[in-house]
């Protein structure tokens, strides 16, 4: 889990990009969007990596079609936000806030999402891949289709979550503070060392993303 930096910015330290264009030239290139108000804003179809967005207000803006490696999202307001088709591999959710959020058809992979909310969130046909989802928010969220898989729900609230036609494997349910109504049904049983040899391709997948990112970049 992130500790939570105590020293805060002051406001006159913030980056607060004046125009859209200036937002999305900031997120790639990594700067310190900390606390910075990014609401409404269109940042779609963003490719990058490692960006900075802790406790930024991303509410109602657009991040959709999209692929984030190793975002810093520690306590981001993604509130209303449209997340849907995008990708995000690794990095740190831990408080962020997806309420009533659209990430359907969206992919969250070996993220720490750590009481992150998801309440009332659309996650219609989502991924969830090796997440640590310990003690979070999926009241009224609706999970129809997705897929779980090597997902941590300690603690965890589906209170009135929708998990029609959902599946999982590797979650035991036992330990979340509030289980689905109607557990996911499981994934077709393989092997375990089948799971190992699908992480070696992602792991080799992102390392190829991320390698194209930076020459794109360098260009």
Known sequence: MTHEIKIEKKASEVVQPKSVEEARQAVRNKLDLSG???????LDNLNTVGSILRKTDLSNADL???????????????????????VIIGGDLVKTSFKDANLSDSAI???????????GANLRNVGLVSLNLQ????TRA??????????????????????TGSRAYNVDWSKAK??????????VNIPTW???????SLLGTVALIIYALFKKNSE
């Open 135 to 138: 003690d979070a928010n999926f």
């Open 109 to 119: 992979v070996g993220s720490d999402a750590e009481k992150a909310n998801f309440e």
């Open 142 to 163: 609706n999970l129809t289709n997705a897929r779980l898989a090597a997902v941590n729900v300690s603690g965890a609230d589906f209170s009135g979550a929708n998990t």
């Open 178 to 187: 509030v289980p689905p109504a109607i557990l996911p049904a499981p994934l």
């Open 36 to 42: 910075a108000d990014l609401r409404d804003m269109a």
């Open 194 to 200: 089948t799971w190992f040899v699908l992480a070696g």
């Open 64 to 86: 959709s079609h999209g692929l984030l490696v190793n975002p810093n999202l520690y306590r981001a307001s993604l509130h209303a936000a449209a997340v849907n088709n995008t």
